[in-house]
Structure formats: C-alpha cells, structure tokens
C-alpha cells in the first residue's frame, strides 16, 4: 500500500529535522566541550587553579574565588585569548581585602633663623592648629610653616608623647632638626661651646617620657678667636701659656711641643678654633717660642699675623739682637717681629708713675694712681661704674702731666680685662700693663689675652697672673645621672634587694636598702630611669617572666609609697632572659635574682652631617610638597 505523496513529504521533512537536531546537537556538544578544555587549560597554564569553568552553549562561564582583583582580571584575560571574549561570563568573586598596614607617621620639625617648619605625614585627628600654635609660641616672630600630610588613620601609641617632648625640646634649641616617629625622638642641634652642649645634652635626658626612646646628635663647633692669639711667658718658675690658639691637631701638637722644650710646667689649655692667619701659624709659632728659650727671660706674643717679643730687664743686647735677627729671617712670610729689650730702670723721685684698680671678691672696685687730665678721670670713672656698677666703685685718682700718650688706652683695656675676673688687681705702668685675679671662666685668661694684644699693639708688654677656680655648684643644683646611677649600685652591692620566695613581696630585710635608693632618687630629682626585675630559671620561662615584672612593679610601687616623683621612671621585667651568673649553682642563681636601676640613656643617632650650614641647606632644600615618608630613620 502505498503512502499518498503529501503524508511522505510530511514523513521526510519530519526525519530531515529530527537528523538536523541531533546534527546540531551534536555540534553545540563539541564546541562546548572543545571551548571549556581550551580555558581550563589556559587558566591552568597561569596557575589560577582557583577558577571553575562551565560551558553553556556557546557562553564559557567562570566562577571561583580570585584572591584579589588583579587575579580576576588576568584570569579573564587568559580565558579571552581562547574563546572570543563576549562569550566570557565572569561570575568570580574576589577575597575580602586585609585590613591594610597603616603607613608608618612621622614628623621632621626644623628651626632656624628663618622660621620653624613641620614636613611629614601625620593622622588626620592630630590637632594640626593646636600643634603650629604651640610652635608659635616658642617665638612670636617667627615664621611656622605646615607642610604636613594626613592619613585616615588611629593615631599610634607613642605619638602623642613624642609630639609633646619634640615641641618642649625644640624650646631650649633655636637651631635644631627633630625627627618624631611613634615611640621615638631624634634630635639633630647646634650648641655655642661644650659646656653649653653638656648642658643640653642633660636636660633633653631629664626631659623624656620614660617610655620614649631619644637619639641625641649636639655638635660643638670650633670656635671663632679673634684675634687669633698665642701668649708665652718664661721666668724664673718656668713657661707658662697665658693663651693659646692652633687650627687644628697637628698645630697644636706641634705648638705645646716647642713650649715643653722651652720649660713649660704645669697644666695648660690650647684651644683649636677658626681664624688663622696663616696655614704657617704653627709654624711661626714654633720658631718664636724657641727664641724666646735661646733669650731667657720675657713673653712672646702672636696676635695673628704681629708677633711681640719682650726680652727680661737685663738680657744681654748682642745676644738679644743676635736671637731677633735669626727670627726676622726665617718667620714665614705675612708675620711681622716687634722686639722690646727693656731699658734699665730709673729712680722716680716723685713715685711711681701707675694707675691701679682692685676688684675685691665681693665686688668692691677702687680706682686709684694717676690720670693724664680731668677728661680721662672722668671717662676711667664712667666707664668703671658702667662695668662694675655705680655703687660699687670708689675713684682716687690724682692728674699728673707728662704721661705717655697710649695711657687712656692701656688704662681703659686694664679695665675692660679687670671686668672679666671674679676679683683682681690691675697695674697700668709706661712699660706694662699687669693683671692678676681670679677667674670664673676657664676660657677668660685666653680671652683677655687677646683683647690686650689687639688693643695695646703691637710691642707692648703685659703680664697675666690669672687663676681658673670653678665656681661653686648651686645650693640646689641637682646631682648628674651617672653619680646616682653609681651610688645606687653601691648600695645594692652592700644590700640586696631580695623578695620573698616566689612572689613580688619586698623582704622585710631589704626595707633598708629601698630606703636608701628611695633618699638618693629623690636627691637626683626627675631622671629617666628604668627598674629592671631579672630572674633565674628554675621554673617555666612565661612565670618567669611575669614574676620578674610584678618584682619591678613592686619596687617602683615602693618608691612612689616614699613621695618619690616616679613619673619619668618606669618598671620591666626581663625574666631569666639576661643572666649575669651560672644558672647551675645556687650561687649563680641567687646572683641572677635581682632589681637594677638603668639610667634610660639617649640612642646613638646615624652619624650624618649635623653642622649648622647642613641644617640650614636642608631648610633651603625642603619639596614644595612632602613625601608621606618623611623620616628615613630605621624603626
């Protein structure tokens, strides 16, 4: 029976379709498969493992995790080079995102003539108006600048008290660089002598939070002599500097050596400073003092490029004139000789022609002896009243003709030298000018020396008796650290602190020892000083640890229970971590139980340049906007 044309068409167009499908079907099923490998295996090759590919027809799916987003996006670049990229779907998430590290805030202050400015990266609730006002503060004409940043950030432990210690710091530095960071302050500042710098250097210790650690970089220049000054004297005692100058080392060295073949005894001072006159001043020097030795008796005087050679009453004229022409010839070039050989002296029947001032200790000044005219009794008793004080000068001076015309002068310069003693007695004479006196000031004699040499000229002798004795330390001034330091560990070395067996209660033998630290701690005044707890190691580490920490807390406890001011002190412990004793033997153990006072002592700072032009051409080198960084000190 045969089917009618129409029902086979029907048939054949229903099989032809059926065949297309499963074609079609077919097909999708390969290139879905092929398209899948293709990006597994590219993602594999880029190592994101973490990614899940799905084929859904001609759409290739990724799903997964990537641990950030720079990950998602390479993996969908991978996944592109395989398959055409409108047919990626990107259905991956990315790993929440760690807290980020806060940056690391710092603050580089700086002050100069020109101002105080602060550069470096701050947190955004730090105060930033109350910060420049207290800048401000420290001097009112002064320009501050803010060039700080911020970050959005807590503020770190330790900012605060580094903030507050730099800007009180800064107040006692009028030329100085701070570096504040987190729990850290260095200073970097110019001092005017060592004194000043040992001064400062104290101070600033004193000053610090305990829990602050201090880098401390105070540099003494050189200073400047004018006029560059060298003063030797021979007599029947020996030789003796009244000044000495030198540029450096080597000059020095070679100064003092020519002085100590030429009879110098007892102790002197040779100061190297700015100012030479010439690189050939050691040189010049040397050569002078030796003439002087070969002479005998007298005083040679170098006041920078003028050299005065003063020979004794009765030296021998050919020797001397011998000893003066050697010396002319062979000084270096620039140097100028003026030689003095005394006359003999004269019988004055009319007395002694001199003017003398004497300075008593308690500051009583008496003019007395002989004036040119009214004029120069006038001015001599005007400008001693403006020296010494109106009330403490008495003038009994008597006009007398036919005195040297230099008279005012060496009279004034006298005064002005006698000023500069504790106490004293000046003698003006047409041959000298002697002084002699007391001083406060170990530099004063060195000092005067000078000044005489530039104002009375060149030729004109004077003597100096001048003795340094240091002034005596006020009622309440305070002890230096190291001294407490060293007193206390005198008395531990007599008593030790010790504590009942395993607790942080103080032995009812050892109240005498606190007692005694507790009188010298509040002798020294505010010191940084840290309380250190150690023990031995018996016992677990961790109990160790703690129980050395409730023994120094115990103890600082102890000292705040006696009114000990404890506010710059702080208390440690360092468990079984720093034995100073074998652990093995109950000796060694019992010396490893033990309280330590440690002065908390300033950080060495980098050894960079910290002379005045350098901090002053960093100010001039400052970016016009400030890097986040701007503290390059190692944490």
Same mark, same amino acid.
């Given at each position: 029976?045969?089917?009618?044309?129409?029902?086979?068409?029907?048939?054949?167009?229903?099989?032809?379709?059926?065949?297309?499908?499963?074609?079609?079907?077919?097909?999708?099923?390969?290139?879905?498969?092929?398209?899948?490998?293709?990006?597994?295996?590219?993602?594999?090759?880029?190592?994101?493992?973490?990614?899940?590919?799905?084929?859904?027809?001609?759409?290739?799916?990724?799903?997964?995790?990537?641990?950030?987003?720079?990950?998602?996006?390479?993996?969908?670049?991978?996944?592109?080079?395989?398959?055409?990229?409108?047919?990626?779907?990107?259905?991956?998430?990315?790993?929440?995102?760690?807290?980020?590290?806060?940056?690391?805030?710092?603050?580089?202050?700086?002050?100069?003539?020109?101002?105080?400015?602060?550069?470096?990266?701050?947190?955004?609730?730090?105060?930033?108006?109350?910060?420049?006002?207290?800048?401000?503060?420290?001097?009112?004409?002064?320009?501050?600048?803010?060039?700080?940043?911020?970050?959005?950030?807590?503020?770190?432990?330790?900012?605060?008290?580094?903030?507050?210690?730099?800007?009180?710091?800064?107040?006692?530095?009028?030329?100085?660089?701070?570096?504040?960071?987190?729990?850290?302050?260095?200073?970097?500042?110019?001092?005017?002598?060592?004194?000043?710098?040992?001064?400062?250097?104290?101070?600033?210790?004193?000053?610090?939070?305990?829990?602050?650690?201090?880098?401390?970089?105070?540099?003494?220049?050189?200073?400047?002599?004018?006029?560059?000054?060298?003063?030797?004297?021979?007599?029947?005692?020996?030789?003796?500097?009244?000044?000495?100058?030198?540029?450096?080392?080597?000059?020095?060295?070679?100064?003092?050596?020519?002085?100590?073949?030429?009879?110098?005894?007892?102790?002197?001072?040779?100061?190297?400073?700015?100012?030479?006159?010439?690189?050939?001043?050691?040189?010049?020097?040397?050569?002078?003092?030796?003439?002087?030795?070969?002479?005998?008796?007298?005083?040679?005087?170098?006041?920078?490029?003028?050299?005065? !050679?003063?020979? &004794? $009453?009765?030296?021998?004229?050919?020797?001397?004139?011998?000893?003066?022409? =050697?010396? %002319?010839? *062979? /000084? +270096?070039?620039?140097?100028?000789?003026?030689?003095?050989?005394?006359?003999?002296?004269?019988?004055?029947?009319?007395?002694?022609?001199?003017?003398?001032?004497?300075?008593?200790?308690?500051?009583?000044?008496?003019?007395?002896?002989?004036?040119?005219?009214?004029?120069?009794?006038?001015?001599?008793?005007?400008?001693?009243?403006?020296?010494?004080?109106?009330?403490?000068?008495?003038?009994?001076?008597?006009?007398?003709?036919?005195?040297?015309?230099?008279?005012?002068?060496?009279?004034?310069?006298?005064?002005?030298?006698?000023?500069?003693?504790?106490?004293?007695?000046?003698?003006?004479?047409?041959?000298?000018?002697?002084?002699?006196?007391?001083?406060?000031?170990?530099?004063?004699?060195?000092?005067?020396?000078?000044?005489?040499?530039?104002? !009375?000229?060149? &030729? $004109?002798?004077?003597?100096?008796?001048?003795?340094?004795?240091?002034?005596? =330390?006020? %009622?309440? *001034? /305070? +002890?230096?650290?190291?001294?407490?330091?060293?007193?206390?560990?005198?008395?531990?070395?007599?008593?030790?602190?010790?504590?009942?067996?395993?607790?942080?209660?103080?032995?009812?033998?050892?109240?005498?020892?606190?007692?005694?630290?507790?009188?010298?701690?509040?002798?020294?005044?505010?010191?940084?000083?840290?309380?250190?707890?150690?023990?031995?190691?018996?016992?677990?580490?961790?109990?160790?640890?703690?129980?050395?920490?409730?023994?120094?807390?115990?103890?600082?406890?102890?000292?705040?229970?006696?009114?000990?001011?404890?506010?710059?002190?702080?208390?440690?412990?360092?468990?079984?971590?720093?034995?100073?004793?074998?652990?093995?033997?109950?000796?060694?153990?019992?010396?490893?139980?033990?309280?330590?006072?440690?002065?908390?002592?300033?950080?060495?700072?980098?050894?960079?340049?910290?002379?005045?032009?350098?901090?002053?051409?960093?100010? =001039?080198?400052?970016?016009?906007? +400030?890097?986040?960084?701007?503290?390059?000190?190692?944490?």
């Amino acid at each position: 029976m045969r089917l009618p044309y129409p029902i086979v068409a029907v048939l054949i167009f229903v099989v032809s379709a059926a065949l297309a499908l499963l074609a079609a079907e077919s097909a999708v099923t390969r290139i879905e498969d092929a398209s899948e490998l293709a990006v597994r295996r590219a993602l594999n090759l880029k190592g994101h493992d973490w990614a899940e590919v799905q084929s859904d027809g001609l759409r290739v799916v990724l799903t997964g995790t990537a641990p950030d987003e720079a990950t998602r996006f390479n993996a969908l670049t991978a996944a592109g080079t395989e398959v055409d990229t409108s047919r990626v779907i990107d259905e991956m998430d990315v790993a929440p995102t760690a807290d980020l590290t806060p940056p690391r805030f710092s603050a580089e202050i700086l002050r100069n003539d020109s101002g105080i400015s602060v550069i470096g990266l701050v947190p955004a609730s730090v105060d930033r108006e109350a910060l420049m006002n207290s800048l401000q503060d420290l001097d009112d004409d002064a320009t501050v600048s803010d060039l700080m940043e911020t970050a959005d950030y807590p503020k770190p432990k330790g900012w605060d008290e580094a903030i507050a210690y730099s800007v009180s710091a800064l107040s006692k530095l009028p030329r100085a660089k701070i570096s504040a960071s987190p729990g850290l302050v260095r200073i970097t500042a110019i001092a005017d002598s060592q004194q000043e710098k040992d001064r400062l250097q104290q101070d600033l210790t004193r000053a610090a939070p305990p829990t602050l650690r201090i880098g401390l970089a105070i540099s003494a220049p050189r200073p400047v002599i004018t006029p560059f000054t060298l003063r030797y004297l021979i007599d029947d005692q020996g030789g003796q500097f009244d000044a000495c100058s030198a540029q450096d080392e080597e000059a020095r060295e070679t100064i003092v050596a020519a002085a100590k073949e030429a009879g110098l005894s007892g102790p002197y001072t040779c100061t190297i400073g700015l100012g030479v006159p010439s690189p050939n001043w050691a040189t010049a020097a040397e050569m002078s003092i030796r003439a002087l030795a070969e002479i005998g008796h007298g005083s040679v005087t170098l006041s920078d490029a003028d050299i005065s !050679l003063v020979a &004794a $009453q009765g030296t021998n004229p050919a020797q001397f004139d011998r000893v003066v022409g =050697e010396l %002319e010839s *062979a /000084l +270096p070039e620039v140097f100028a000789l003026h030689a003095v050989l005394p006359e003999p002296e004269e019988d004055t029947a009319s007395g002694p022609v001199e003017f003398t001032a004497t300075r008593s200790p308690e500051g009583l000044v008496q003019l007395r002896g002989r004036v040119g005219d009214e004029t120069l009794r006038n001015m001599t008793d005007s400008y001693a009243r403006a020296a010494f004080g109106s009330g403490q000068v008495h003038t009994a001076t008597r006009i007398a003709p036919d005195l040297p015309i230099d008279w005012p002068v060496r009279v004034l310069a006298g005064l002005e030298a006698l000023a500069q003693l504790h106490n004293g007695a000046l003698t003006v004479t047409p041959e000298t000018v002697d002084l002699s006196g007391i001083a406060r000031d170990p530099g004063a004699k060195a000092r005067i020396a000078g000044q005489l040499s530039e104002k !009375l000229g060149s &030729a $004109q002798d004077y003597t100096l008796s001048i003795t340094y004795v240091e002034p005596p =330390e006020p %009622e309440d *001034a /305070l +002890p230096d650290p190291e001294i407490c330091e060293e007193r206390i560990a005198e008395v531990q070395s007599v008593s030790k602190i010790a504590f009942e067996p395993g607790s942080a209660t103080i032995a009812a033998d050892s109240r005498d020892a606190v007692n005694q630290i507790a009188d010298i701690l509040r002798e020294c005044g505010p010191i940084r000083m840290e309380i250190q707890g150690h023990t031995d190691s018996q016992g677990r580490e961790e109990m160790n640890q703690n129980l050395s920490q409730a023994r120094a807390q115990s103890i600082l406890n102890e000292l705040r229970g006696r009114r000990i001011p404890t506010s710059s002190y702080t208390a440690i412990g360092y468990g079984e971590t720093q034995p100073i004793a074998d652990n093995d033997t109950e000796e060694g153990r019992e010396e490893n139980r033990r309280i330590e006072f440690r002065l908390i002592r300033p950080e060495p700072v980098p050894n960079t340049e910290t002379g005045l032009d350098a901090i002053e051409a960093e100010a =001039e080198q400052q970016p016009d906007t +400030p890097a986040a960084d701007a503290d390059a000190e190692d944490q």
